[in-house]
């Protein structure tokens, strides 16, 4: 069965910092990929997904995940984090009929 | 508006109380499921349909029942609710399964179960 891996649980960072958050996933066959976004107190959103093509994906607010097949990899990544980016991540994985979610990485970002 | 939505969004019940939370969608969806999110563990599919009248076992669909009796709705019973139960619950659906359909998530329902 597939799994995926997020192992910070929860970072903090000012304001500025640049942002990594891993994610690891075990599957051996086609896969798609989903970062997801939680603000405190709302449902989870989409932040970005990729299906195919080019390995760097851009979503919303300044976001960006790069796959790494080789890896079994798709970290997210922003430059420049702000206050508001405050919010639990989590990252998925999407195989037939089945979409997996890692634990999550709480994110607090200090003004 | 495409929405999915929930109700009730916040419920304190009793050890076995039968409950109901619904989940509906707008957006004639034929996937629809149910997931329990607890800290540290993320969020675990409870049951899914791939529409109506098809539901399957997720990850952890002890103590809970689903029906699929229309396209847009899809409650999740919890026929004698136990304190373990206690989590957030998230209806999600989406056109369907495959591969390339990301999952639209209702606003969630805190329950607890004392």
């Known amino acids: 069965a597939q799994s995926v891996s997020q192992h910070n649980h929860h970072v903090i960072l000012s304001e500025a910092a640049s942002l990594e958050l891993g994610c690891n996933y075990s599957?051996?066959?086609?896969?798609?990929l989903f970062w997801y976004v939680q603000y405190p107190g709302q449902h989870l959103q989409l932040l970005l997904k990729y299906f195919s093509g080019d390995p760097l994906v851009k979503g919303i607010k300044g976001f960006e995940a790069e796959f790494i097949k080789s890896k079994f990899s798709f970290n997210l990544r922003k430059p420049s984090v702000q206050w508001s980016d405050t919010a639990e991540y989590f990252c998925a994985v999407n195989v037939p009929e089945k979409l997996t979610f890692g634990t999550g990485t709480r994110l607090t970002i200090i003004p | 508006e495409a929405q999915v939505t929930q109700n009730p969004r916040y419920l304190i019940t009793v050890t076995g109380k039968k409950l109901t939370v619904t989940c509906s969608q707008n957006?004639?969806?034929?996937?629809m499921s149910w997931y329990r999110q607890d800290p540290g563990l993320g969020l675990r599919q409870i049951y899914y349909?791939?529409?109506?009248?098809?539901?399957d076992k997720g990850d952890v669909p002890e103590g809970y029942k689903v029906s699929r009796k229309e396209k847009r709705n899809f409650p999740l019973i919890l026929e004698s609710p136990s304190p373990n139960q206690t989590s957030l619950y998230f209806c999600a659906s989406s056109p369907g399964q495959d591969l390339y359909n990301e999952q639209f998530f209702g606003p969630g329902t805190r329950l607890t179960v004392l």
């Open positions: 957006m004639n969806h034929e996937y």
């Open positions: 599957y051996g066959g086609t896969v798609n």
């Open positions: 349909s791939m529409n109506v009248e098809v539901t």
